[in-house]
């Protein structure tokens, strides 16, 4: 029995295997959105718990926008507010949400 050894391929491109961007889910004050509305929002479409949806709510009212979440997909972050938009637009209201990179 012969004992060989395997050599691990070098890496000719190490920007191929690094992670892709962070993005954030950044929603936009809009002064006119009902408080309930947003709420629900978060909570059902993002899935965010209700005390940390109340202090997204509070900042963006106080600063005029703020992180809803922070994702490793842009994919997955556009559906998501894709899907905050369609709820938004059922209710008319304005409320916005975008996708930023970190």
Known sequence: MTTETINKPKIENKKELAEPPKVAIVIWDDR??????VLHVLVAHMSIELGKAIDIMTEAELKGSAVC??????????????????????VMTNLTFSVEVL
């Open 32 to 37: 006119s959105t009902p408080l309930d509305i």
């Open 69 to 90: 979440k922070v994702l490793n997909s842009r994919d997955i972050a556009e559906s998501i507010v894709a899907d905050a938009h369609s709820c938004a637009d059922v």
